[in-house]
């Protein structure tokens, strides 16, 4: 078995947990150090602050997800004393080989014929489940209660657009506060979300009036948004009420009116795609104030399709300390069942489990050959997707590279048909995910059939497309600009 430090901090819940654990293995806490023979269980005893050790196991039997055990009350998981287990046995601490504990043997038999159970049922005459009876009077009665929401949005959004974006220096950030507020009880999160951005908007104005034309830009791109999630969203919910439909379908606007989609409704309408080998090109954390969370985003490659795909795990300030933390991800990562959601570019995936295993020479070397043809390719890419009013203004995309360099104080892409690019860091994303910058630190030679992989974007201070850098894909590495 293979453990490395990387593989435990994915297993964390978030870094503190991790360095909490290292702390524990690093000042002598654990003793009694146990192992099976076959090397799939570990367990020990960590001191705590009671009088008795808290008794900690790892059992590897599943070597991508393993189960921790501990009689610790913490509500984390794993937690600091699994993931200090987990450190003992990276640090080759001596564990001495020992029969498995009854209660744990006990808990194995049990996990194992439920996992038995499970692939008798996959192996055998496949049965259609029977399906869940919805309560047809609910969710009729929570579409009609959206669409009133839609109704006393769309009122306000008239108001603001007839009297002006002027008005939002004297408006009241309170209005839009409790607009949200009263959208969150129509079922209609989305909107709430976009009415809870213009209340911060109309703070930061309030607070600085030499922000105002930056405001005013952003206040109006929401409103815009808005109009057309209105728009569409009440032909929508009215067609599905007049229908009766009431089950989730493959729209964005089932998530941009607030629907949440679960893995069993995705899989349900097809979107999920078998076997993918994903390659992480991009990690980065930010923090989404309307919401009050923290947005940890990932953007993957299909290693063989060259299909972008990006991962949101949200992370809300109330609930950081239970909800475990994403982060940088290296190598292959081979997922069984990849579920897609809806969209247009960019769009979100999620599964329920993977293993990790480390690129091969030739599988690192066939990346850059997955970027687009040329920039042409890539903007007509772009400018396809930005028309769409409830899109973000961006794209990710995968460029091949020419030249990397300056030209005067820009720097510059040049694809290998000598189309150019400025590369810019989006003003949106923060001083923290600037990175243009840090291309001065890549080697003078970029090696050849290299690619580059950023976001794209519209930069309205001089109406052009620019490409946000994010990593150098090479055949022998990726070297990001982030994280």
Avoid at 73 to 86: E, I
Wanted: aromatic share 8%; net charge positive; hydrophobic share 40%.
């Amino acid at each position: 078995m293979e453990l490395t430090e990387q593989f435990i901090l994915l297993q964390a819940p978030n870094p503190a947990a991790a360095e909490n654990g290292r702390k524990l293995s690093k000042k002598g806490s654990f003793s009694a150090h146990r192992r099976a023979a076959d090397d799939t269980l570990y367990w020990a005893e960590c001191a705590g602050s009671g009088k008795n050790p808290y008794r900690v196991s790892i059992d590897f039997t599943n070597r991508d997800t393993p189960t921790c055990r501990c009689s610790c009350p913490s509500r984390q998981f794993p937690c600091k004393h699994a993931l200090g287990l987990m450190f003992e046995i990276l640090g080759a601490k001596p564990f001495e080989t020992a029969d498995i504990p009854q209660d744990i043997a006990e808990k194995r038999a049990k996990q194992a014929a439920r996992t038995a159970k499970k692939e008798a049922a996959a192996d055998g005459p496949e049965k259609p489940a029977a399906p869940k009876k919805p309560n047809a009077a609910a969710r009729k009665k929570k579409l009609a209660k959206q669409l009133e929401g839609l109704d006393m949005a769309e009122k306000m959004v008239d108001d603001l657009l007839t009297s002006g974006l002027g008005t939002l220096a004297g408006s009241s950030a309170q209005t839009f506060d409790k607009l949200a507020k009263d959208l969150g009880g129509c079922y209609l999160t989305g909107p709430q979300t976009a009415f809870t951005r213009i209340a911060l908007t109309v703070r930061r104005v309030q607070k600085d009036p030499a922000q105002a034309d930056a405001a005013y830009a952003e206040a109006l791109r929401l409103l815009v948004a808005l109009r057309s999630t209105i728009k569409k969203g009440r032909a929508f919910l009215s067609e599905r009420l007049e229908a009766g439909n009431f089950s989730a379908e493959d729209s964005a606007l089932f998530e941009a009116l607030g629907g949440v989609w679960k893995l069993e409704d995705l899989k349900a309408i097809g979107s999920f795609k078998e076997n993918a080998r994903l390659v992480q090109l991009s990690f980065d954390v930010s923090f989404d104030e309307a919401k009050k969370e923290y947005v940890e985003r990932g953007w993957w490659m299909d290693a063989d399709t060259g299909e972008l795909w990006q991962t949101l795990n949200l992370r809300p300030v109330k609930a950081l300390k239970y909800v475990k933390g994403d982060d940088s991800r290296f190598g292959l990562l081979e997922v069984p069942a990849l579920y897609i959601y809806p969209g247009e570019g960019d769009r979100r995936v999620r599964w329920d489990s993977a293993s990790a295993r480390s690129l091969t020479a030739q599988e690192q070397a066939a990346l850059p050959a997955l970027a687009q043809p040329d920039l042409a390719a890539a903007v007509k890419l772009v400018k396809g997707k930005i028309k769409n009013t409830l899109a973000p203004k961006f794209l990710a995309v995968l460029a091949p590279i020419g030249r990397l360099g300056k030209i005067g104080e820009e720097f510059v892409l040049e694809d290998p048909k000598e189309a150019r690019i400025l590369l810019r860091s989006r003003p949106e994303d923060g001083a923290d995910h600037a990175c243009v910058e840090r291309l001065s630190m890549l080697p003078k030679e970029i090696p050849a059939e290299s690619a580059l992989f950023g976001l794209m974007f519209y930069d309205g201070r001089d109406r052009a497309l620019c490409l946000h850098p994010y990593s150098v894909v090479t055949r022998s590495e990726i070297i990001r600009l982030q994280y």
